[in-house]
């Protein structure tokens, strides 16, 4: 085997490069706003669909009505809505590293911290999705404040959204 060929003084060097090999995609592969939306919009049919096929065993169960008259049965009835949303979005990502929109788009979702994906890393990055969606996408548009274009559901969870590239046609 012989002698090695690495000096003590080529180790800070060789860790930058290990380092570098970690990193995320350069910005080429960063969604756009446009792109992001798209796929919301995608999605937003899906979970309402869960939502509307999950919501009739709750309606039946209040005799045919979303609310009562103390309101804390509409109340529930927007936790377990969105709990139904959180929980579509967690397990695609889980699952799949992608919902349906995301797909069609050509988009993944890719962790920053050590692969695989937390429970509570994917419950996070949807909670804080609908913050940062809610004024006027403000934590979506952060990303073209932030040096690494990174989202404030990008940010608060350690995960990143990346654009795929184009599969060739065979």
Known sequence: WGKSSIHPTDIVPLIEKIKSLN???DSATKPTLLRRASALVYDLLGVLAVCLLAGFPPVLLNGGAITTDDGIAYVAYLAYNLALAVGYFAVSWRLKHCTLGMKAWRLELVSVAEPPFTWLQLIKRARVGIVAWAPAGAGIWW???????????????????VVLKKRKKT
């Open 23 to 25: 990193t995320l995609p």
């Open 143 to 161: 990303q073209y404040l932030d040096a690494e274009g990174r989202t404030w559901q990008d940010r608060i969870s350690a995960t990143r959204m």
